[in-house]
């Protein structure tokens, strides 16, 4: 197995991509796609891989600075990292690199060193860094008729094949064919668009190893950091003084809370950066007073936390109703048992008892003001929300 390296996509894919297997990313035109080839570049390495990236679009040192940008040192890397280097011949440029085609304009160049290194080099994950410039240079059914060739090749020295592919308007045929039955696995990278493109989703159209999820990730790029699970609104609600405003700000990297004398009166936001995912977190108030606003703030949640003071089983009624007022039922939620510092504080199980919690609802002890506990409530708050399998 190679790793993509892509939160969540690895989870997807039974682990990974198995020797010998082909993937393409097929991207929307105006997506940030092109990363995923570079981030799985990365992810082999970083597993102790070999591999070998195919630069057709831009220079390789570009390519190069691309990966210092996203904080991922490649330098003592180099012996297990080879480019092929197709754009500066283009350009007619120098190139210092490993493997060149001298015309990248000619499929049969392409052919002689990509199917060189397949004989060549031990089984390792080569990623062509856009599939899409080669088509343009060399023509569609040419492109498609190589590709094929090297998949089965790579198929029997074990290799790995991963391609970045852009679906400019080409034709039909081709694009079917792309969608269809070139690859082992296709992963759909779109954009949703109104005039600008605002949000980024993958999925897996196919997998020809593992069961497809018809799931769609939203995701973000952060440089440094690379492609983040992006969860655009966690909801923190709860009765009053239950630890709300402590529990997002022991989760975030950096929030800001509007309190009065030691209690919320507009809301606390938090954004969270951990283990690929990328959360903005919303905290409400607790008082009653503050219920007509609370409807308000809470819409279009993908989850909830719904944080309880353990000591104080009388307020359990008011967080069950709290629920029903953010209109959060049949939404993954987590109950976050806080304060289990303090003496009297009901164990989880004792607070599931007199909830009258139904089995599968996680209840996590915690201790906000010491950050105790917080990450593993989110990391199964987040398992819920992304459909762990
Ligand atoms: N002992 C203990 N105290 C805590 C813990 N978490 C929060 N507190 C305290 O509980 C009080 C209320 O905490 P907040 O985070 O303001 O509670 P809240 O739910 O946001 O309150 P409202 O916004 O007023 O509803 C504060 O004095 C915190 O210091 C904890 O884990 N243990
Ligand atoms: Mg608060």
Same mark, same amino acid.
């Given at each position: 197995?190679?790793?993509?390296?892509?939160?969540?996509?690895?989870?997807?894919?039974?682990?990974?991509?198995?020797?010998?297997?082909?993937?393409?990313?097929?991207?929307?035109?105006?997506?940030?796609?092109?990363?995923?080839?570079?981030?799985?570049?990365?992810?082999?390495?970083?597993?102790?891989?070999?591999?070998?990236?195919?630069?057709?679009?831009?220079?390789?040192?570009?390519?190069?600075?691309?990966?210092?940008?996203?904080?991922?040192?490649?330098?003592?890397?180099?012996?297990?990292?080879?480019?092929?280097? +197709?754009?500066?011949?283009?350009?007619?440029?120098?190139? =210092?690199?490993?493997?060149?085609? +001298?015309?990248?304009?000619?499929?049969?160049?392409?052919?002689?060193?990509?199917?060189?290194?397949?004989?060549?080099?031990?089984?390792?994950?080569?990623?062509?860094?856009?599939? +899409?410039?080669?088509?343009?240079?060399?023509?569609?059914?040419?492109?498609?008729?190589?590709?094929?060739?090297?998949?089965?090749?790579?198929?029997?020295?074990?290799?790995?094949?991963?391609?970045?592919?852009?679906?400019?308007?080409?034709?039909?045929?081709?694009?079917?064919?792309? &969608?269809?039955?070139?690859?082992?696995?296709?992963?759909?990278?779109?954009?949703?668009?109104?005039?600008?493109?605002?949000?980024?989703?993958?999925?897996?159209?196919?997998?020809?190893?593992?069961?497809?999820?018809? &799931?769609?990730?939203?995701?973000?790029?952060?440089?440094?950091?690379?492609?983040?699970?992006?969860?655009?609104?966690?909801?923190?609600?709860?009765?009053?003084?239950?630890?709300?405003?402590?529990?997002?700000?022991?989760?975030?990297?950096?929030?800001?809370?509007?309190?009065?004398?030691?209690?919320?009166?507009?809301?606390?936001?938090?954004?969270?950066?951990?283990?690929?995912?990328?959360?903005?977190?919303?905290?409400?108030?607790?008082?009653?007073?503050?219920?007509?606003?609370?409807?308000?703030?809470?819409?279009?949640?993908?989850?909830?936390?719904?944080?309880? =003071?353990?000591?104080?089983? +009388?307020?359990?009624?008011?967080?069950?109703?709290?629920?029903?007022?953010?209109?959060?039922?049949?939404?993954?939620?987590?109950?976050?048992?806080?304060?289990?510092?303090?003496?009297?504080?009901?164990?989880?199980?004792?607070?599931?008892?007199?909830?009258?919690?139904?089995?599968?609802?996680?209840?996590?002890?915690?201790?906000?003001?010491?950050? &105790?506990?917080?990450?593993?409530?989110?990391?199964?708050?987040?398992?819920?929300?992304?459909?762990?399998?």
């Amino acid at each position: 197995m190679v790793e993509t390296g892509i939160p969540k996509l690895d989870d997807y894919l039974n682990g990974g991509i198995p020797k010998g297997k082909s993937l393409v990313y097929y991207s929307q035109p105006g997506v940030e796609g092109e990363i995923f080839g570079l981030q799985t570049v990365y992810g082999t390495l970083n597993n102790g891989g070999t591999c070998v990236f195919v630069v057709s679009s831009t220079m390789p040192q570009i390519i190069k600075d691309q990966f210092k940008d996203f904080g991922w040192g490649i330098n003592t890397l180099k012996d297990r990292l080879f480019f092929v280097d +197709s754009y500066n011949p283009l350009i007619g440029a120098p190139s =210092d690199e490993k493997y060149v085609i +001298s015309k990248p304009d000619n499929i049969e160049c392409f052919n002689k060193t990509i199917i060189d290194i397949i004989k060549e080099l031990p089984p390792s994950t080569i990623v062509f860094g856009s599939l +899409s410039t080669i088509m343009d240079l060399c023509g569609e059914k040419e492109t498609i008729e190589a590709v094929r060739n090297w998949n089965k090749l790579a198929m029997l020295h074990d290799h790995v094949l991963v391609y970045n592919f852009t679906a400019w308007p080409y034709s039909e045929q081709t694009l079917d064919l792309i &969608k269809g039955n070139l690859f082992n696995s296709v992963i759909t990278i779109g954009g949703i668009a109104e005039r600008v493109i605002f949000g980024q989703y993958f999925g897996i159209l196919k997998s020809d190893w593992a069961e497809i999820s018809s &799931k769609s990730m939203l995701f973000r790029v952060l440089r440094p950091g690379g492609i983040r699970i992006f969860i655009p609104k966690i909801l923190v609600t709860g009765p009053f003084d239950a630890g709300k405003s402590t529990f997002v700000h022991a989760l975030s990297t950096r929030a800001i809370s509007v309190d009065r004398l030691g209690t919320t009166i507009a809301m606390d936001h938090g954004h969270i950066d951990y283990k690929g995912f990328s959360a903005d977190i919303f905290g409400t108030p607790g008082q009653e007073r503050f219920d007509p606003i609370i409807k308000l703030l809470s819409g279009e949640s993908m989850g909830v936390f719904l944080v309880v =003071d353990s000591t104080n089983p +009388s307020d359990f009624v008011r967080a069950k109703h709290m629920l029903d007022i953010t209109k959060s039922y049949g939404l993954p939620y987590v109950i976050v048992a806080n304060k289990q510092d303090l003496p009297g504080a009901l164990k989880p199980e004792e607070v599931r008892e007199q909830f009258h919690l139904p089995d599968d609802v996680p209840v996590v002890p915690v201790v906000a003001k010491d950050k &105790k506990g917080v990450y593993e409530a989110f990391e199964i708050l987040i398992e819920r929300i992304t459909g762990g399998i």
